[in-house]
């Protein structure tokens, strides 16, 4: 049975995607927090001991490391034979989404609340640039989950698991009240906190925090 090493800091949504995926997969893992605000991910020892790309999350599996969230979270729902698609088209609206989430709507999200809540003196004009996109990409998934209770299929996957992570940190962080602005948005990030083992970010990541330079 493999076992789990997850490098992370508690404000990195994707280590929520895949902290979140092993947790619903009913898999527990070590924390091994990493201190991304001190700068360790941009050293060069860091990169040749831990992850060349210099990115967070890490997943390491059995002395294997993982990186890139999108394909481990695939490999997880292979494994587990949980949050994957049941067809071809299945598989393929999840990929879709995947891609999707990855080059819009986290793409944006993450860079947009890390400069707005996490650094002292954020560019108004490049805070505006972003929050103009994720309102695009916010108002199409509102769009696509009129009357539809999932993402791809009538039970949650990792397309959903990947793209509700960003929007289930704190609100004040994004400066988003979803329940306002996007109601259908708002209740699908409901029924997926209803999923059992469902945990919140900072419930499932623990350890020192980033300076939060917001309260709403």
Known sequence: MP???LHYFPESGNSYKLALM?????QAFEPVWTDFGGGITRTAEW?????EM???????QD???LTQTAPILLQLAERYGKFGGSGDEERFQILRWLFWDNHK???YMATYRYQRAFTPSPDPAVLAFMQRRIDDYLGILDNHLAGRAFVVADHASIADISMMVYLSFPKHEAGYDLAASHPNVAAWLARMADLP???APYDLLPGKRLHCYVTD
Do not use: A, H, M, S
Request: with cysteine; glycine share 18%.
């Open 105 to 107: 709507l986290t793409g």
């Open 3 to 5: 076992q789990y090493r």
């Open 63 to 65: 002395g294997e490391r």
């Open 22 to 26: 092993l947790t619903l997969c009913g």
């Open 197 to 199: 083992g469902w945990k």
């Open 47 to 51: 990169r040749v001991r831990v992850n």
């Open 54 to 60: 210099g990115e967070i999350p890490v997943l390491e």
